[in-house]
C-alpha cells in the first residue's frame, strides 16, 4: 500500500496553466481507468475535482482536466486563478480492493 | 443535498479506545459503499477503511488492521469505526467519506482524533 507520487509542491501565475503528475503502479493507476483527484483548501474537507481519469462532477469548472498514460496520471490546471490555490491530492482504486492516494501537491498561484 | 456528519473524535490516551459515528443523509445510505479516510496534522490523505453496501465486504488499511473495526447500521444510516488500541500515530482528522464506482465523491467535515497521554 504504497501512497501515489507527487510533487511537493508547483506554482504559476494567474493566467497559466499548470500540470500535476501523480505515479503509480500497474496495480493501481496502470491497471484501472479510476483515477481520481481531489482539492483541499486549509482546514476544509477534501472536495473531488476529477473522476475516472478524465471527468469532471458537475459544477467543476472545465479548467480543470485529467488524462493517463501508463502508470501515470496527470491533473492540469488552464487559466490558473487566485482561488485554485489549494492542496491536491490524486487517489486509485487498486487490485487489492482498496485506494491508494498520493502524497500531496501544494498549489501557489504566484 | 448529500450530507455526512461524522462525531466520537476526542482526546484519547495510548492505547484507548473511541468508536466513531457517521451520520448520513441525503442519499440512500443502504446503496453505497463508504470509507473511512483520516490525515494527520500537516500530512497528506490516507485511506483507512471500506465497507460494501450490505457489509459483505470489509477492507482495511494494514496500519489498523487487527485494531480497528469498520461497521454500519443501515436501518439507522450511519457508519461507525471502532478504534481499539490507539497509539500517537493515529492522530488524524478522519473523514467518513461515499463510494460511487470505485470513487470516493462525498466526503464529511472530519472529527480529530488526538492520541496522547
Known amino acids: 500500500q504504497s501512497a501515489l507520487t507527487q510533487p511537493a509542491s508547483v506554482s504559476g501565475s494567474p493566467g497559466q496553466s499548470i500540470t500535476i503528475s501523480c505515479t503509480g503502479t500497474?496495480?493501481?493507476?496502470?491497471?484501472?481507468?479510476?483515477v481520481s483527484w481531489y482539492q483541499q483548501h486549509p482546514g476544509k474537507a477534501p472536495k473531488l475535482m476529477i473522476y475516472?481519469?478524465?471527468k469532471r462532477p458537475s459544477g467543476v469548472s472545465n479548467r480543470f482536466s485529467g488524462s493517463k498514460s501508463g502508470n501515470t496520471a496527470s491533473l492540469t490546471i488552464s487559466g490558473l486563478q487566485a482561488e485554485d490555490e489549494a492542496d491536491y491530492y490524486c487517489?486509485?482504486?487498486?487490485?487489492?480492493?482498496?485506494?491508494?492516494f498520493g502524497g500531496g501537491t501544494k498549489l501557489t498561484v504566484l | 443535498e448529500v450530507q455526512l456528519v461524522e462525531s466520537g473524535g476526542g482526546l484519547v490516551k495510548p492505547g484507548g479506545s473511541l468508536r466513531l459515528s457517521c451520520a448520513a443523509s441525503?442519499?440512500?445510505?443502504?446503496?453505497?459503499?463508504m470509507n473511512w479516510v483520516r490525515q494527520a496534522p500537516g500530512k497528506g490523505l490516507e485511506w483507512v477503511s471500506s465497507i460494501s453496501s450490505s457489509s459483505s465486504y470489509i477492507y482495511y488499511a494494514d496500519s489498523v488492521k487487527g485494531r480497528f473495526t469498520i461497521s454500519r447500521d443501515n436501518a439507522k444510516n450511519s457508519l461507525y469505526l471502532q478504534m481499539n488500541s490507539l497509539r500517537a500515530e493515529d492522530t488524524a482528522v478522519y473523514y467518513c467519506?461515499?463510494?460511487?464506482?470505485?470513487?470516493?465523491?462525498?466526503w464529511g467535515q472530519g472529527t480529530l482524533v488526538t492520541v496522547s497521554s
Open positions: 441525503g442519499f440512500t445510505f443502504s446503496s453505497y459503499s
Open positions: 487517489s486509485s482504486y487498486t487490485s487489492s480492493s482498496t485506494w491508494v
Open positions: 467519506a461515499r463510494v460511487e464506482m470505485a470513487t470516493i465523491n462525498y
Open positions: 500497474s496495480s493501481d493507476v496502470g491497471g484501472y481507468n479510476y
Open positions: 475516472d481519469v478524465s
